[in-house]
């Protein structure tokens, strides 16, 4: 049985310092924030940096190999792959987070509502079993292909597939939670069940969601670029790693740095994030550790 | 045990016939109508009248459902329009490559992480530990689809070891298609092996520290008995459990590992099928997918009984 009453929860604001400083002593974390920093920052500041637009065409340029001018080449339109490769961090950072926090609120409302009230738990968790027999990015094409390909689809039908793997998560632990005393004295002193859910259980259980929102993170990135590459996600002309993978696979035989940047940047990126997303279990959800 | 199995059954049918209302929902909640959605922008209103009424989709919603769910249990997946054929035989034509792409790729996984898995744990903090924990997360962080293009480029194309793609021709010999699917199967098994070598050193790391190993090793047997006898047979279990689960992962994975590599597997199907719109195809395939998996989980479930003589439910 877990032992969420024994789980560190997120630390109080005044020893916030002294966690993240913890947490940062760990190389591999260290590492993973300084490159996942470096990415948000290129996304960000991505106008400033870039040292071309990311849609100018050169046709005289086109397929020139990693150099001075060009850093890491250019593409078959004579596009410099640098300035995309910043541009497109923007895009798969957007879709990241966009997915996290849709799913974290789909999941944890059933999850809470699944744990809390004994009527909801099984058709929830009969659900979530049968949202999980569909593999990831199977059930993502699926809901793409209902729904239409476009941004806005690709972080709904990634919401929904990643949705079960936090309300799983969020409804174990509410079980566990729902027979705590605290949560016994707060209804005999008449405090409503919304807000016992939203001030007791979920204060408790933002450590585990933290952690899986990490991992899920770097999954939907992952996906995304699966999605793109074959052409059911953004439209072919928007700079994303997985649609320059996709564009430079054609031209793999002349100019091969059309596909390895961006597949680069995702491995570094999704590698960053599973680093962070490790040392944040190691230290918040022992429970989860098991020496994973 | 005999209540437990029918337990795990009745469990598994209300998933699968969850499983089922999902897929049919997918398909109904395409904006505006699916029948033109397939059909595109030349079709007449006629076309998408007639297409409309072949598809059941001038019904209400309810008929529609009890009809598939009918439909269904006649094991029938519907007819693919633009391939002229019963999903359920289009399925068929395609299950082989996609069969032993999963199959081979999860033999390779294994190969790769199970010992580096066992030898982590034995050898537990030390720079092969370390160095193989960085390395699963590392091929974790790996799309497979670029791992297939890299290996692609440079074994296939620039030393001509493997083929580029496709599956052997028509009349190829069964390790002729093997040879055609041994860089796919190396770009999913090495990216799914990270998962297997994580769980297999934590399963190893749990059980080679109960009382019963040290009482082995006390008895003065042999530290290769103790290791591979002893402790893997208890450790089995966890990692039967994550191979049913990379079994699911490289399903997934091959629909895109399929694409790259011009494989004719159900993987390549699905993305015709989405670009097509083909609904049938991509429920059909949805389902039976799914339904695999929740057969891989439950025979799982069912050799825990075989593996573990303490597991009696």
Known sequence: ????????????????????????????????????????????????????????????NRLKPPGGTYWFGTDEFGRDV?????????????????????????????????????????????????????????????????????????????SIVYAPRLARIVRASTLVIRELPYVEAAQSLGISTFHIMTRHVLRNLLSPILVQGTFLFASAMLAEAGLSFLGLGVSPEIPTWGTMIASGRQYIGQADWMTYFPGLAIILSVLSLQLVGDGLRDMLDPRLRKDL | MIRYILQRLAGMIVVMFLVVTIVFVI???????????MLGP?????????????????????????????????????????????????LMERAEPTFFLTIFSLAIACVIALPIGIYAAYRRGSFIDQASTFLAMLAASIPSFWLGLILMQFVAVRHNIFPVSGYGG??????????????????????????????????????????????????????RRVILKHALKNALIPIL?????????????????????????????????????????????????????????????????????????
């Open chain 1, 82 to 158: 640098f300035s995309r490769t910043i541009y497109a961090a923007r895009l798969s950072l957007l879709v990241g987070a966009a997915v996290v926090a849709l799913s974290a609120l789909i999941g944890v409302t059933l999850g809470l509502l699944a744990g809390f009230f004994r009527r909801l738990d099984t058709p929830i968790a009969r659900l979530i079993d049968a949202m999980m027999a569909f593999p990831d990015i199977l059930l993502a094409i699926a809901l793409v292909a209902a729904l239409g390909p476009s941004l806005t689809t690709v972080i709904v039908a990634l």
């Open chain 2, 170 to 223: 028509p009349g190829a010999s069964f390790l002729d298609r093997m040879y055609h699917l041994t860089l796919p199967a190396l770009a999913l098994g090495l990216v799914s092996s990270a998962l297997i070598l994580r769980f297999t050193r934590a399963s190893m790391l749990d059980v080679l520290s109960d009382d019963y190993i040290r009482t082995a090793r006390a008895k003065g047997l042999a530290e």
């Open chain 2, 241 to 313: 459990t994550v191979l049913g689960l990379t079994a699911a992962v490289l399903i997934s994975g091959a629909v895109v590992t399929e694409t790259v590599f011009g494989l004719p597997g159900i993987g390549n199907l699905v993305v015709s099928a989405v670009l097509r719109r083909d609904y049938p195809v991509i429920q059909g395939a949805l389902l039976v997918i799914a339904g695999l998996y929740v057969l891989i989980n439950f025979a799982i479930d069912m050799l825990y009984l075989l593996v573990d003589p303490r597991v009696r439910y």
């Open chain 1, 1 to 60: 049985m877990t032992d969420i009453a024994n789980t560190p929860s997120l630390p109080a604001a005044e020893s916030r310092f002294k966690f993240v400083h913890r947490l940062l002593k760990r190389k591999t974390v260290a590492f993973g924030v300084i490159v996942l920093t470096i990415f948000v920052l290129l996304a960000v500041l991505a106008p400033y940096i870039a040292p071309y637009s990311p849609s100018k065409l050169s046709i005289v």
């Open chain 2, 42 to 90: 030349d079709a007449t209103p006629q076309d998408i009248t007639d297409l409309r009424a072949r598809l059941g989709l001038d019904k209400s919603i309810w008929v529609q459902y009890f009809l598939y769910i009918g439909q269904l249990l006649k094991g029938d997946l519907g007819h693919s329009i633009f391939l002229n054929m019963p999903v359920t035989a289009a």
């Open chain 2, 27 to 37: 398909v109904r909640v395409t904006p505006g109508d699916p029948a033109a959605v």
